[in-house]
């Protein structure tokens, strides 16, 4: 049996890993990062990926990863892709550009309601890109530490972490993670990109969409026990 | 590309060379799915299982694991052993479908994964199964216009319209495709199981087999029975979802004869029984009307299969729409005018009162379907109906400001010759134009209501109104 499908303690770990790879693949490719991308993406295939539905997206984006021969050329176009380009950004890889308008202040509230989100999860965003609160590579990590948060109150028994940690998954997916990167993604596949860039949209809008639903089963779950009290 | 069958049981493979394509046979491929790679390194189109003897989820893992989109592999389940042929139509039927079947999103993977509610679960959670699920596409949805079809339609209240558009709880919806079917646009669809899929593999499997057969529609839950007289059997969601078209179209495809059995002695789950046993009953009604054997829609697939009807081979089915399919329903049983009402047909036959009618257009801005256009010429506006996109909602009626004096009328009528007639105007109205400048200020109907609505004591102001328009009032 797949380690993935063995307890929801194990589940929450491998979720934690997919959000935790997914994260570094949307932060500038460096050869060595390159090599963990692969190593990870080995150990998630490991634990039973194959079983979720979201694998075809994933094995596209695998495939892609593992045709990377040169990390210059996919290093130039994450420039274009995310970070300045030549007229900007082609996909901003911020939840800001996509839902606030600048104009109107918009973008220091959407700003502002993450900080205050990551406050109330105890959450420091890492120092890579720590300047946007809102970088996809960010809120991917904040659902990995999320994730780890459920693995320990699993192995704890710990009840009322739990819950309260599967409130917050749900909560963030729902209100962010989950509500901008569909657009964000449709946004990388309409223009023209390296495959690697291409096929990472996908996979990570996929996995996102799955994961939402694992989400709610989990919360239902918990929700359950006590109505039947 | 492979047809993969499970050998057990005396199960006897198709003719691959009827079916052009790699057929494998597979010895305890139920208990053993990742067999499923075995065919070579083609890709998988469908399976042959055993009925309780496999695990869905992890056939599923299997066909993913090859490159393949489980979602898009008809999986054929028997419990008894079928002969050569009968496994050929069955093996044909299902190519046909997987070779539809365009592309799947991942809102279309409905996720059936129980463990995960149970509470602290300590022991294995089971591999997750999938199943196809619908979507809304926003740019075709009606939703603004007011149309809540898919939500009244919905036995489990899993679509709610908010704020001009529709929001689906994907963990309420059962996936039964009622509201894809009720779509008067096509905004909602389920890839896994389209009209152009059911009518590929019924055109296969009349084609493939060597005498007349029927079709039985069967819900995704109901254990398949043995292959006899000629049934074959046709995979959808639930057969709450069937409307007339649906239940009507094979007939137009060559087959023989429909059913669309109960789900058993519980009956349906989720309380479709009497809406399948109306649909079923209208269907037949309307084969009566069209002089067909109404012995050709059954409630079960038992007895022997009548042969096609004649000149099933001429005309094209563009769609399972109830009008459409009733056409050309009508043109090979060489009827040209009918006409009869239907109880359950989403059809609909719109008049207007002339007498009645301001022209005010609320009709048009709420029909759904786009059955009603308005056209406006210099001196005129002409308010069009097209009944083959009328699906009877009844929204143009509900919505006639003037409904009290009976402006618009709808029938539950199909009307043959109408249906091949397209778009006609059934209203026409002239405009007043004003008197400084030229331009058009209002339909003459509406400016008489307004005036007999003022009555005398306002003559000035609907004689300004009415003569002018207003930048020159």
Redesign the interface.
Same mark, same amino acid.
């Given at each position: 049996?797949?380690e993935l499908?063995?307890?929801?303690e194990k589940?929450a770990r491998f979720r934690q890993g997919m959000y935790r790879l997914l994260s570094a693949a949307f932060l500038p490719p460096q050869p060595e990062r390159l090599v963990n991308l692969r190593a990870g993406a080995d150990m998630l295939e490991g634990m039973g990926l194959?079983?979720? !539905?979201?694998?075809?997206?994933w094995?596209q984006w695998r495939r892609a990863l593992d045709d990377v021969d040169d990390v210059i050329p996919i290093d130039t176009e994450y420039v274009r892709m995310f970070t300045t380009g030549i007229a900007g950004a082609v996909s901003p890889p911020t939840e800001s550009f996509y839902r606030a308008d600048p104009i109107r202040g918009e973008t220091a509230e959407v700003l502002a309601n993450l900080r205050l989100l990551y406050d109330k999860y105890r959450l420091e965003p890492t120092a890579v890109v720590s300047d946007t609160l809102d970088h996809v590579s960010i809120q991917l990590e904040v659902m990995s530490a999320l994730c780890a948060r459920e693995a320990e109150a699993?192995a704890e !028994?710990n009840?009322r972490r739990l819950e309260l940690t599967l409130v917050h998954q749900l909560e963030f997916v729902e209100a962010h993670l989950g509500v901008w990167l569909p657009v964000f993604v449709n946004r990388i596949a309409s223009g023209e990109t390296e495959p690697f860039f291409a096929t990472l949209g996908p996979a990570t809008?996929?996995f996102v969409?799955?994961d939402a639903?694992?989400i709610?089963?989990?919360c239902?779950?918990?929700a359950?026990?006590e109505q039947a009290r | 590309m492979t047809f993969v069958v499970c050998e057990d049981h005396g199960t006897h493979l198709p003719h691959q060379e009827s079916l052009r394509t790699n057929v494998a046979g597979i010895t305890e491929l139920c208990e053993n799915p990742s067999a499923v790679s075995q065919g070579g390194n083609t890709r998988l189109e469908a399976l042959v299982l055993h009925t309780g003897e496999f695990d869905l989820g992890l056939i599923q893992s299997a066909i993913r694991k090859t490159g393949v989109d489980p979602l898009g592999v008809p999986i054929v389940t028997l419990d008894d052993s079928p002969t050569a042929q009968q496994m050929t139509v069955l093996a044909a039927g299902a190519i046909a479908r997987h070779r539809e079947f365009r592309e799947a999103r991942p809102e279309h993977a409905k996720m059936l994964w129980q463990t995960l509610t149970e509470h602290r679960h300590s022991s294995s959670l089971g591999v997750p199964q999938y199943i196809g699920a619908p979507s809304i596409d926003p740019s075709l949805c009606s939703a603004e216009r007011g149309c809540r079809l898919c939500v009244e339609s919905c036995p489990v209240s899993a679509l709610k319209p908010v704020s001009g558009s529709i929001t689906y709880d994907v963990d309420t919806c059962v996936a039964c495709g009622i509201c894809v079917t009720t779509c008067p646009t096509g905004a909602t669809v389920n890839p896994t199981a389209t009209e152009e899929q059911i009518a590929a593999q019924i055109r296969a499997m009349v084609s493939t087999a060597e005498g007349p057969i029927g079709i039985e529609f069967r819900c995704r839950a109901t254990k398949p029975g043995p292959i006899r007289d000629g049934w074959y059997p046709v995979e959808v969601a639930c057969t709450g979802m069937l409307t007339i078209g649906w239940l009507l179209a094979p007939l137009v495809l060559g087959a023989g004869a429909v059913a669309a059995p109960s789900c058993g002695a519980t009956g349906c789950p989720i309380g479709n029984d009497e809406r399948v046993s109306a649909q079923l009953a209208d269907a037949s009604s309307i084969l009566g009307k069209f002089g067909v054997s109404e012995g050709r829609m059954m409630s079960n697939g038992r007895g022997a299969v009548l042969e096609p009807l004649t000149g099933v081979d001429g005309p094209s089915l563009p769609n399972f729409k109830d009008t459409i399919v009733c056409l050309t329903l009508g043109v090979v049983a060489g009827i040209d005018d009918a006409l009869f009402t239907s109880v359950t047909g989403s059809v609909g036959v719109v008049t207007i009162n002339e007498l009645a009618c301001t022209a005010c257009e609320q009709c048009v801005g709420v029909c759904p379907a786009h059955a009603l256009a308005v056209r406006r010429h210099e001196d005129t506006t002409e308010i069009s109906f097209d009944p083959i996109l009328c699906v009877g909602c009844g929204m143009c009626v509900s919505t006639c400001p003037e409904g009290g004096r009976g402006a618009i009328t709808q029938n539950r009528n199909f009307d043959i010759a109408a249906l091949t007639l397209g778009p006609m105007p059934i209203f026409t109205a002239s405009m007043s134009t004003c008197e400084m400048c030229g331009s058009p200020i209002a339909p003459r109907a509406m400016l008489d209501r307004i005036h007999s609505m003022l009555g005398t004591e306002h003559a000035e102001t609907h004689d300004l109104i009415s003569r002018r328009c207003l930048n020159c009032r």
């Open positions: 049996m797949s499908l063995e307890t929801l589940l194959v079983h979720l !539905a979201f694998y075809n997206e094995a699993r !028994a009840d809008a996929s969409h799955h639903g694992v709610r089963s989990l239902r779950g918990i359950e026990p | -």
